[in-house]
Structures are given as C-alpha cells and as structure tokens.
C-alpha cells in the first residue's frame, strides 16, 4: 500500500501496481455466503456445466473487488475511492491467474478537490480481458 501519496506525485499514463488473484473453488463458496449470491453458477459444476459453461465461474462482483483493491492499495490510507464501475466482458474459472492492472488516465482539480481517474483491467491466464473498470480517486495535495 502506498503511503502519503499526493496528487502532485501522479501523472497521466503512470501505471498502477498489478495484482495477481488466483480465486479456488473455496474462495467461491466462503464468497457466496459472505455475498448472499448463491447462484449456483459459482459452486455447483454440474449445474454450471448443463447452462452451457465450461465449469464454476468467479462471482461478477468479486472480480469487482479486486480492481478495487488495485486501486485502494495504490492511493493508500490518504486517498478516498470516490467512484468505481465494471464492465463484464467475459466469464474468469477458479484457480486460474486473474492479473489486475490500471492505469491513470487523467488528473485534475474540480472544485477545489484533487482527482484522478484510472483505467482498470482484469486480465485471465489466457491474456482475455474479461473485466475492464474505471476508478475516480480523490488525492491530498501538498498546496493545503
């Protein structure tokens, strides 16, 4: 996690930290309960398999999760996640490599308040992207 990042240490283009998740079929079931999304999807191959899926899927709202972190652990305890949204582009399987990546691609001040928005990616073990995001951080600046 970054520590006492400030606004003027950000620039346009500059990437974010990458993460690598690799999600197991007890992660899926411990994230069902913690979730309440008990979509059968998630932990039940068979059923998965007669919907037409290759096998479990990993939980929209988890990967979700992950590029939050990507970010939260980027801007540090400073910064304050002001928007997150996710786009599903494809379907992630347990115990596959999700890496989880970002990038900034805008910095500026909007009524007094220092911002930046990033890019996100989740990309599977194949190089699919499957999950893109974008994220709006609020930043202290070193001016106040």
Known sequence: MAENL????VAEGQELPALVKQPSKRQLVKYAGASGDFYEVHYDKDFAVETGLPGLIV???LKNAYLAQVVTDWMGSTGALKKLSVKYRGTDVPDDALTCS??????????GVHQVDCALTLVNGAGEQTTTGLA????PSREK
């Open 6 to 9: 400030y606004w003027e240490d």
């Open 59 to 61: 939980h929209g709202a």
């Open 136 to 139: 709006t951080v609020i930043l």
């Open 102 to 111: 970002g990038r900034v691609t805008k910095t500026y001040v909007e009524d």
